[in-house]
């Protein structure tokens, strides 16, 4: 039971354009939800992270929105560049305890220049 | 300060045979995890150590498994490999887990089992 779902396995996005990606999840314990990037050859890296108490979360280009009511995350990239094409993982843990990120299967996006 | 080091990077075996991959946490980080990446599925955990203890199992056969040493590196070990294996291994430090505190995950090893 895949308890954090992305839905699209890839995005093509014309460069400067907005890239949205999306995550659904079925946990409602889930409290804590985190964006990694990863390049072929490397592990992921840390890109943005929202708590549940907030419904938003922007660090630069890039922008978290969360809409608990609908388990629902997205990750705005604005304007989208080429060196942002790369696999975003969407992941999520429990607030309690020393609990596990659990990730989605991944988004591959493209920024066509 | 270094990052996350994985070794080796790349690994081939045959079936039935056992391996054991390494992680060097960043300096200062109690907190080593390990994932299973196979295509299409994601990252899946493994399991995560703690100053030398098991914190939290993965959904995982016995055959994978891993223990953290007092200078909190880790290595993992499966037993009996099997084709499925096959997949990159990828290891997240952090200082601890706490919710939502960022994991820094090394390179990987990708280990192919023929």
């Known amino acids: 039971d895949q308890q954090v779902k992305q839905n699209s396995p890839s995005l093509s996005v014309q460069e400067g354009r907005i890239s949205i990606l999306n995550c659904d999840y079925t946990?409602?314990?889930?409290?804590?939800f985190l964006w990694y990037k990863k390049y072929p050859a490397e592990g992921p890296t840390f890109l943005i992270s929202i708590s549940s108490i907030k419904d938003k979360n922007e660090d630069g280009r890039f922008t978290v929105f969360l809409n608990k009511s609908a388990k629902h995350l997205s990750l705005h990239i604005v304007p989208s560049q080429p060196g942002d094409s790369a696999v975003y993982f969407c992941a999520a843990s429990e607030g309690s305890g020393n609990t596990p990120l659990v990730f989605g299967k991944g988004t591959r996006l493209s920024v066509i220049a | 300060k270094a990052g996350v080091t994985q070794t080796p990077r790349y690994l081939i075996k045959t079936r039935g045979q056992q391996v054991t991959l390494s992680c060097s946490p960043i300096s200062g980080h109690r907190s080593v995890s390990w994932y299973q990446q196979t295509p299409g599925q994601g990252l899946q955990f493994l399991f995560e150590?703690?100053?030398?203890?098991?914190?939290n199992k993965g959904n995982f056969p016995g055959r994978f498994s891993g223990r953290q040493f007092s200078n909190s590196r880790s290595e993992m070990n499966v037993s009996t490999l099997e084709l499925g294996d096959s997949a990159l291994y990828l290891c997240?430090?952090?200082?601890?887990?706490?919710?939502?505190?960022?994991?820094?995950f090394g390179p990987g090893t990708r280990l192919l089992v023929l």
């Open positions: 150590y703690f100053s030398e203890t098991q914190r």
């Open positions: 946990n409602s314990m889930f409290d804590y």
């Open positions: 997240a430090s952090s200082l601890v887990v706490t919710p939502g505190e960022t994991q820094y």
